[in-house]
């Protein structure tokens, strides 16, 4: 068994530098060994602050030299089949950013693909990790709320016009709110409650895109409101926009309600806050995250950014550092492919019950 991981990044953004180079280069049994970019300049200047790997314009030419034992791939949507189905032909294990893929279609060819060569695969969820989303699960698995009878979970968020011009609301390329934000709280949904059974969603196209001419074109949705329906019966809402003003950051407020207790939860990238109400209490209690979730006890690492909500990606065993873990240990590596297709699969039906004006179940 190798001692170390050699991992490679195709897309290196400013996302994929500041959150999975900074948990490589924390991780130290991981290797950053090649970076693959269309960009050959941007390319080799992320190389240059991460210990120089070796840089490639072409990811078929970087998956197959040799250099790699796994990669991670953060490219624009559209792109993550293609990558993701070469890198498991050249055996390589896949960490793959959100949403997985445009369809549930595509999800699942990654999937059988990955399952198939026999590798670790991952989809990176991101906010699953941070600390105070990261507890209610640990209540939920405990059982505090009983068996959920509600859940309602809420992102908001502000998009520059740099943003709202991007790749993520081309229908070329992107996945509209429903991929960016919509993905996050789907899993956070299936996480806490289990899996969707059905769905009715509203979703509206309301951000402004212009053509470097000048005239309008077309974009995907920037706010959607789903109703769902759980299997286990649970009943609920998700609603996410990118609607706030530029500069307010991302929002998340979840609200959990079961036979025995109700939680709530406030958070963005720099902490949060949990709330907890039982069977027989007079109010609401605010609860504590414990230290082992939060990444302050171990590690000794900086956190991205210098937020608080990001400690763990450089010191717990989460995202990339899970990633490299679960190569090299055998452990559980989660969410997988999995999730990231289940993912796919409630998209997919929020995009059918609008555009069809009625519920749609998730899985026919």
Known sequence: MVDRLRVGLVGPSWFAETVHLAGLDSHPRAQFTAVCGRNRENAEA????????????????????????????????????????????????????KPLARTAHDGRRMLDAATAAGVVHMTMMTWRWMPVPAFAKRLVEDGYLGRVRSAHFSMQSGYDAELLAGWRFDPEQGTGIL?????????????????????????????????????????????????VDYAA??????????????????????RLHGDEASLRLQFDLGGGRIKGCRRGDDSWSELTVPADLTGGE????????????????????????????????????????????RVCEVIDAAVASDRELRWVNVRN
């Open 233 to 254: 019966g649970a009943t609920g809402t998700i609603d996410v926009s990118g609607t706030r003003m530029p500069g307010e950051g991302i929002e998340v407020d979840v």
């Open 46 to 97: 992320v190389a240059a602050r991460h210990g120089n790997p070796a840089v490639f314009t072409d990811y078929r030419s970087m998956l197959s030299s040799g250099l790699l034992d796994a990669v991670v791939v953060a490219v624009p949507d559209h792109l993550h089949l293609d990558v993701t189905l070469a890198a498991v032909e050249s055996g390589l294990h896949v960490l793959c950013e």
């Open 179 to 227: 991929g960016d934000l919509g993905s996050h709280m789907i899993d956070l949904a299936r996480s806490y409650v289990g899996e969707i059974d059905r769905v009715c969603a509203r979703l509206i196209d309301d951000v402004p895109r212009q053509r470097s001419d000048g005239t309008a074109m077309a974009s995907l949705p920037g706010t959607a409101t789903l109703l």
């Open 298 to 341: 171990s590690g000794g690492n900086p956190s991205i950014l210098d937020l608080p909500g990001m400690r763990p990606f450089t010191n717990l065993a989460v995202a990339d550092r899970l990633f490299v873990d679960a190569v090299l240990d055998g452990i559980p590596a989660e969410p997988t492919l999995v999730d990231g297709w």
